[in-house]
């Protein structure tokens, strides 16, 4: 005879998906929350009924007990970090998710003493029901302090060094592989990098894939240079490069920006691109198509990194335990690299 107390408890999906639903509107059902249809809500109801489903009293506890919003943090202390087209659009893919809920998103800005300040009084005060964080250094306070709060956290990367429940992530390596083994297959051979900080793991992933595609082609590094994701510090890093190894003939750099600023500063010097240096970023962003020439780069899904992060928040906050997610990357190629 069958113990009723082993037998598999229905989860929230199986709720959803028998009343013809979104997870979202289904836990928004269960939770007596306001603007949900008279149908959707009966519909969810009959499903309740008919699989026996039990919600977890935890989750229920957190769902009942909500601030009424959700966390952006930044590791970063100059607000126009929002205007950069990488984490507009990361805001943009939380609020699409987000729009289903009952839950508004707050943004914050963590480097300065203040603003840690700021961010460690929403974690112990519980005065957001979950956060997010992204631009992780390593050993950033931040890190230690969201994996010590009682309160649901995500990360948008891995902050190096730290090993977290909770995040997503994009294939840093497996993209700047594909970035540096499609100059090697234009026949390029002193190819060189712009990194990012070297203190955070998407620079170190992306660093490590470049060196990983010119071992396997025989190849040997041709110059390094540090940047800071900015146009500037791309301008900055590709001077460098042109003074210290001027016969470079290709350049993978780790974002967008410094690639545009990579373009620039070759211009600027007489160099013809790609005839004479080849050039691939990482991103596509919207700078990748209005620049000149236009920029082969490496695409990443950023909005999906938003809304897959917000996702993941809104499953920690009903109780759940989600798996970190590892979303992939794709060439894209046009005049710089072609």
């Not at 809920?101 to 300065?112: E, F, K, N, P, R």
């Not at 499609?182 to 992306?206: C, E, F, K, Q, Y």
């Not at 596509?284 to 950023?302: G, K, M």
């Not at 809304?307 to 906050?317: D, H, P, W």
Request: charged letters at 20%; one cysteine or more; hydrophobic letters at 45%.
């Amino acid at each position: 005879m069958t113990d009723e107390s082993t037998r598999r408890r229905p989860t929230l999906d199986e709720v959803a998906e028998r009343a013809g639903v979104s997870r979202t509107a289904a836990s928004r059902v269960l939770n007596n929350a306001p603007h949900v249809s008279r149908d959707k809500r009966e519909a969810v109801q009959r499903a309740i009924r008919e699989l026996g489903y039990v919600p977890n009293p935890t989750a229920r506890a957190l769902a009942t007990q909500q601030a009424g919003a959700v966390a952006l943090i930044i590791a970063g202390d100059d607000p126009a970090v929002f205007a950069d087209p990488f984490f507009g659009q990361v805001v943009a893919g939380a609020a699409t998710v987000l729009e289903e809920t009952d839950l508004h998103l707050m943004l914050c800005l963590a480097t300065s003493a203040r603003g840690q300040l700021r961010v460690q009084q929403l974690l112990h005060t519980r005065a957001v029901d979950g956060v997010m964080l992204m631009a992780l250094r390593e050993g950033d306070p931040l890190t230690r302090l969201a994996l010590e709060a009682d309160i649901p956290a995500v990360f948008g990367g891995r902050p190096l060094g730290q090993d977290v429940p909770s995040f997503v992530d994009v294939d840093n390596v497996g993209g700047a592989r594909a970035a540096t083994e499609h100059l090697v297959s234009l026949g390029r051979t002193r190819i060189a990098m712009i990194t990012g900080p070297l203190d955070t793991d998407v620079s170190r992933s992306r660093h490590r894939g470049y060196r990983e595609a010119l071992t396997l082609a025989g190849l040997t590094p041709h110059g390094e240079e540090s940047g800071d994701f900015t146009e500037l510090g791309g301008i900055t890093a590709m001077n460098a490069l042109l003074t210290r190894h001027p016969d470079t003939d290709a350049v993978f750099a780790a974002n967008d920006n410094m690639a545009a600023g990579a373009l620039r500063a070759l211009r600027r010097a007489g160099r013809a691109v790609p005839g004479d240096v080849a050039v691939v970023g990482f991103d596509d962003l919207p700078v990748a198509e209005v620049s000149d020439p236009p920029l082969t780069t490496i695409h990443q899904p950023i909005q999906a990194l938003g809304r897959e992060m917000t996702r993941m928040l809104l499953a920690l906050i009903a109780g759940e335990n989600p798996t970190p997610l590892l979303l992939p990357t794709r060439l894209v190629r046009r005049e710089s690299a072609a």
